[in-house]
């Protein structure tokens, strides 16, 4: 039986440093031309040692490679060898420098995001006819006590950027499920192009921590028509961000909506043409109702749609605007809702049989007062709290007198807590049950069918968002000033926008009869296989001679299929020969 033989050599002079996903960031920084257009938006100073645009592509690469402070940046760049690719010593990226160049890039944060989008459009390919737009709040730490409430974003009819608008206002907004009470936040909205390649962030803005979905959709709106002016647009969005107002926005740049609306507001339309309805089942299929449909047997659920011609107008302007109603019907939606209740129902059914018990035993707080305040508490924003009506009954001294003893702690009960549940009004919401609405605004001519296919792919954009507070991580840099913080988060679009490009590329290069695992790469399973990647440095007597280590299988097949050149044809090309 043969065996591989392993044996310990003398101690080597040579270092190394783990290059790792830079190998692939940097070649797309490249092509992205990034750092070039940021020096035809930002000239930098004669005196300048560095550009502004190397300085913020090697910040976007240590963002990529791994979240570190402004003052580690320079250790990162020794470690990773950033500094020879980007040829920028170690002790020259300090934070002073890398703060002066995010104030600069302030200053034209707006105009040089569409540029990178437009070439990136033109480069690869991309039509920029739909956008899907998704805001997300990214909590800030730290004390930002120069930020401020910006002003009106229009003057003289013209949206308001760059430097002459204020940044976003770092302050705490409304109550939100994950983020502690009171944190420092600003709202980022990301507007994302979604095909079969899947998503790419590619344009985006911020609002003040205490502004709402209705005033981010119309300044971004307002932004895309300034600076990327597409000839056509079909904007697709949540319910957050909709609004009569919005679909005439649109409508007078020339341009289509698709929007969830609140149930709430279409109810009564809903309800006054039910019985006419005609539904067709859609179809869309999630990755896991198609999977279900060729293995396991676990539910196969599906939706049906139906729709009616409407006009809704905008109280601000009085103008109506015509659309349509798209009713949906989801089965899984429908026992979501339906489980929903019943286990909300029956929380609500427990809390109020142990207050019942408790004044029944004359326990402390058992006051009419302090029984208001823990009902409350209890129903909360539960849509189950309106099928329950309760009442405090006094109780006359006969009654009072036929107690029972009392327990320690305990007093002769005041009051009887009963309360009733309204089956009827249960069941009336239960009839509601799975339905929700869309409204558009594009023409008749593209079926009902294919509007809710393109607005089922919304799921991505918030995988965007999602990205954008998990690996690119904005809360690991603590900037005192308003403006740095706003210029980071810019400039983390632009990363964004890298991150996501990189996987695109390589699936467009898949080809047609590979797997499916294979087709759906996505940018993080690309970085996980150059980790490891390193480059072998030793140093003479005339300085550093860089070696880069050979390329494993995997390695090299995910360079060519980004038709991206290896690291050891970027330093051939960059770096002298060593004598």
Same mark, same amino acid.
């Given at each position: ?61 240590? &963002? ?36 002066r160049s995010l104030d600069a890039f302030f200053k034209q944060r707006h105009s040089i995001l569409a540029a990178v989008a437009l070439h990136v459009c033109q480069e690869f390919g991309i039509p920029l006819s739909e956008l899907h737009y998704d805001p997300t709040h990214i909590i800030l730490h730290g004390v930002y006590e ?13 949206? &308001? ?129 198609? &999977? ?115 327990? &320690? ?96 590329i390589y699936r467009k290069n898949v080809p047609d009869d590979a797997p499916v695992k294979e087709r759906r790469t996505t940018t993080e399973t690309i970085f996980r296989a150059f980790r490891a990647y390193a480059l072998i440095l030793h140093h003479a007597r005339h300085g550093r001679e860089v070696q880069p280590t050979r390329l494993s299988t995997r390695q090299r097949h995910i ?21």
């Amino acid at each position: 039986m043969g065996m591989g033989i392993t044996w310990y050599g003398t101690q080597s002079v040579a270092e190394s440093c783990s290059l790792g996903v830079l190998a692939l960031v940097y070649p797309l920084l490249q092509r992205m031309r990034i750092a070039e257009i940021i020096n035809r938006h930002l000239p930098a100073d004669p005196q300048a040692e560095y550009d502004h645009g190397r300085i913020l592509t090697l910040l976007m690469a240590a &963002r990529l490679y791994s979240p570190v402070a402004l003052s580690n940046v320079a250790d990162w760049a020794n470690e990773s060898g950033a500094d020879i690719f980007w040829d920028i010593p170690p002790e020259k990226l300090n934070d002073d420098r890398l703060g002066r160049s995010l104030d600069a890039f302030f200053k034209q944060r707006h105009s040089i995001l569409a540029a990178v989008a437009l070439h990136v459009c033109q480069e690869f390919g991309i039509p920029l006819s739909e956008l899907h737009y998704d805001p997300t709040h990214i909590i800030l730490h730290g004390v930002y006590e120069a930020s401020a409430s910006r002003e009106a974003f229009s003057a003289d009819g013209q949206a &308001r950027s760059d430097d002459r608008l204020a940044p976003a206002h770092i302050t705490p907004g409304r109550p939100l499920s994950d983020a502690p009470k009171d944190a420092q936040l600003i709202h980022a909205g990301l507007c994302t192009l979604v095909d079969d390649l899947g998503p790419l962030p590619i344009f985006g803005h911020t609002v003040g921590g205490n502004q709402n979905g209705h005033t981010a959709m119309a300044e971004q709106l307002a932004l895309i028509k300034k600076h990327l002016k597409p000839p056509e647009l079909t904007m697709i969005s949540d319910r957050g961000t909709f609004s009569a107002g919005h679909l005439l926005r649109l409508a007078e740049a020339g341009y289509d909506a698709i929007a969830a609306a609140p149930w709430d507001d279409f109810r009564a339309l809903f309800d006054e043409h039910r019985q006419t309805l005609k539904w067709k089942r859609a179809s869309y299929l999630s990755i896991e109702q198609t &999977r279900r449909r060729t293995q396991g047997n676990l539910p196969k659920e599906h939706y049906e749609l139906a729709v009616v011609k409407h006009a809704l107008t905008d109280r601000a302007s009085g103008k109506t605007i015509p659309c349509r109603a798209i009713f949906v019907f989801s089965t899984a939606d429908q026992k979501v809702a339906r489980k929903s209740r019943e286990k909300s129902v029956q929380k609500l059914r427990d809390g109020l049989e142990k207050i019942a018990q408790s004044v029944a035993e004359g326990r402390r707080n058992t006051d009419p007062t302090s029984i208001a305040r823990r009902v409350s508490k209890l129903f909360g924003k539960r849509q189950a709290a309106d099928y329950f009506h309760y009442e405090m009954i006094p109780l006359s001294k006969a009654e009072q007198k036929q107690m029972p003893p009392r327990g &320690r702690g305990c007093r002769v009960p005041t009051h009887r807590f009963e309360f009733t549940y309204d089956d009827s009004a249960a069941e009336c919401d239960a009839g509601y049950d799975g339905y929700s609405v869309l409204i558009t605004t594009a023409k008749r001519s593209q079926s009902v069918d294919v509007l809710f296919t393109k607005y089922k792919q919304q799921v991505y954009s918030e995988l965007a968002n999602h990205e954008l507070k998990t690996p690119l991580a904005v809360h690991p840099v603590f900037l005192k000033s308003p403006h740095r913080v706003e210029a980071l988060v810019f400039l983390l679009m632009l990363t964004l926008t890298l991150y996501f490009l990189i996987q695109r590329i390589y699936r467009k290069n898949v080809p047609d009869d590979a797997p499916v695992k294979e087709r759906r790469t996505t940018t993080e399973t690309i970085f996980r296989a150059f980790r490891a990647y390193a480059l072998i440095l030793h140093h003479a007597r005339h300085g550093r001679e860089v070696q880069p280590t050979r390329l494993s299988t995997r390695q090299r097949h995910i360079l060519n299929q980004l038709d991206f050149p290896s690291p050891a044809q970027i330093l051939s090309h960059q770096l002298p020969r060593a004598p």
